[in-house]
């Protein structure tokens, strides 16, 4: 089976702090994923990223960034945390174009 | 802009009752569309529909695509408490890297 894991369930930072979140697959997915689900929203796409060292924009970018420098490995950076970022960060991986994305059981982060 | 739109966004059934979810949307490009269910955490992955008319069925769980009228059913029958959960609608584009466009979701809850 397929496991995505994320480093934190709950996270509590204050505003204007650097904060990363940590996301591992172990199958050797080319693909991987970062979205946030609001309520109301549903899940939207914040960054993705095809192979090692490549990034792409998502839907809503703006006050994010991530670093894959590792296959398994998908970091979502917040640089400088406010309150509108307080939400549910999931992340996801796929195998290839055909396969589809399997979830990591998300971080509830809270900005304060 | 790339559109997902779920129906009904609630819904409270009884167990034993039958329930159809519907997914309707506006997307260039279209590579196939995608059900999750999620509960407490993790999305879980259900189905992927690349073609119209053709049935994909998992026990009591049962979805097809129509690409001409641009929507997607997923059928439940013979509900159960632990169907409850919250139904994610998701639309795949032909580019790179398999961005996934989702829906508000559908919340279903079923009562004993």
Known sequence: DVKV???SRYLVKRTGEKVFLECVQDMDHENMFWYRQD???GLR????SYDVKMKEKGDIPEGYSVSREKKERFSLILESASTNQTSMYLCASSLTRVRPQHFGDGTRLSIL | ???VVQSPLSLVVHEGDTVTLNCSYEVTNFRSLLWYKQEKKAPTFLFMLTSSGIEKKSGRLSSILD???LFSILNITATQTGDSAVYLCAVEKETSGSRLTFGEGTQLTVNP
Do not use: M, N, R
């Open chain 2, 1 to 3: 802009e790339d559109k």
């Open chain 1, 45 to 48: 796409l914040i960054y993705f």
């Open chain 1, 5 to 7: 894991t994320q480093s």
């Open chain 2, 67 to 69: 690409k001409k009228e």
């Open chain 1, 39 to 41: 309520p109301g929203l």
